[in-house]
C-alpha cells in the first residue's frame, strides 16, 4: 500500500449506528486530518492531529469522535449521526516542518479517497 | 464568512488553448497557496503552490500566479489536456495558523 487509504470506501448507516472511519498513511507524515466535503461547499476541516496529539477541533460535533493511536493511523468514530451528515469524509496526512511552527502544518497535505457516507 | 472563494463553478476550454482558474481570498494573513486537483472517487491531489513573497510559480504546463494587492490567484493550464478534466482547489494557508482553507472547487473539462 502507498499514500494515505481509507476504509470503508462507502458506508450507508443508520442514525442509532455506530461506526468507525479509518485511514492509514504510509508517507512516514508526522500529522493527519479530517475533513468533511458536502455538496457543492468547500472543505471542511474537522480534526488536526499533530505528533498523535489533537491540536485543532474544529467546532465539531461530539457525535463524530476522532482517534489517533499512532501518526500512521486514524480514525473516526461515529454515533447517533444526523442525515446531514451524509458527506465524502475525506482523511489526510502532512510531514510538520517544526522550523515553521504551527504553521508547519497544512503544506502539502496528501490526501485519501475518502468515504462516501450516508446516513439513512 | 468564506475566506477562499472560487466563483466560478465550471469551465470548459478546447483541447490544446489555456484554461485558466481563478481564485479570491479575503484573509490578508494567508501567506501559502496551494492548487488541488480531484478526480472522481479519489482524493485530491496536490498540484502546485506559491509562497506570498512570490508572485508567479511554474511547473511544467502549470503556472500559478498571485496577485496579492487583489487578493487574487489563478492558476493557468497550457496546453490543455483531456486528462486535465477534473475538480480544481484553491487553498490558502495562514502563517499563524495550522489549517488549509479550502475554495468551493471549480470543475474544468477539456474537450477533443
Known amino acids: 500500500e502507498t499514500g494515505v487509504t481509507q476504509t470503508p470506501r462507502h458506508l450507508v448507516m443508520g442514525m442509532t449506528n455506530k461506526k468507525s472511519l479509518k485511514c492509514e498513511q504510509h508517507?512516514?507524515?508526522?500529522?493527519m486530518y479530517w475533513y468533511k466535503q458536502s455538496a457543492k461547499k468547500p472543505l471542511e476541516l474537522m480534526f488536526v492531529y499533530n505528533f498523535k496529539e489533537q491540536t485543532e477541533n474544529n467546532s465539531v460535533p461530539s457525535r463524530f469522535s476522532p482517534e489517533c493511536p499512532n501518526s500512521s493511523h486514524l480514525f473516526l468514530h461515529l454515533h447517533t449521526l444526523q442525515p446531514e451528515d451524509s458527506a465524502l469524509y475525506l482523511c489526510a496526512s502532512s510531514q510538520w516542518d517544526r522550523s515553521r511552527g504551527l504553521a508547519g502544518l497544512g503544506i502539502e497535505q496528501y490526501f485519501g479517497p475518502g468515504t462516501r457516507l450516508t446516513v439513512t | 464568512d468564506q475566506q477562499v472563494k472560487q466563483n466560478s463553478p465550471s469551465l470548459s476550454v478546447q483541447e490544446g488553448r489555456i484554461s485558466i482558474l481563478n481564485c479570491d481570498y479575503t484573509n490578508s494573513m494567508f501567506d501559502y497557496f496551494l492548487w488541488y486537483k480531484k478526480y472522481p472517487a479519489e482524493g485530491p491531489t496536490f498540484l502546485i503552490s506559491i509562497s506570498s513573497i512570490k508572485d508567479k510559480n511554474e511547473d511544467g504546463r502549470f503556472t500559478v500566479f498571485l496577485n496579492k494587492s487583489a487578493k487574487h490567484l489563478s492558476l493557468h493550464i497550457v496546453p490543455s489536456q483531456p486528462g486535465d478534466s477534473a475538480v480544481y482547489f484553491c487553498?490558502?494557508?495562514?502563517?499563524?495558523?495550522?489549517?488549509?482553507?479550502f475554495g468551493e472547487g471549480t470543475q474544468l473539462t477539456v474537450n477533443p
Open positions: 487553498a490558502a494557508e495562514e502563517t499563524s495558523g495550522s489549517r488549509l482553507t
Open positions: 508517507l512516514g507524515h508526522n500529522a
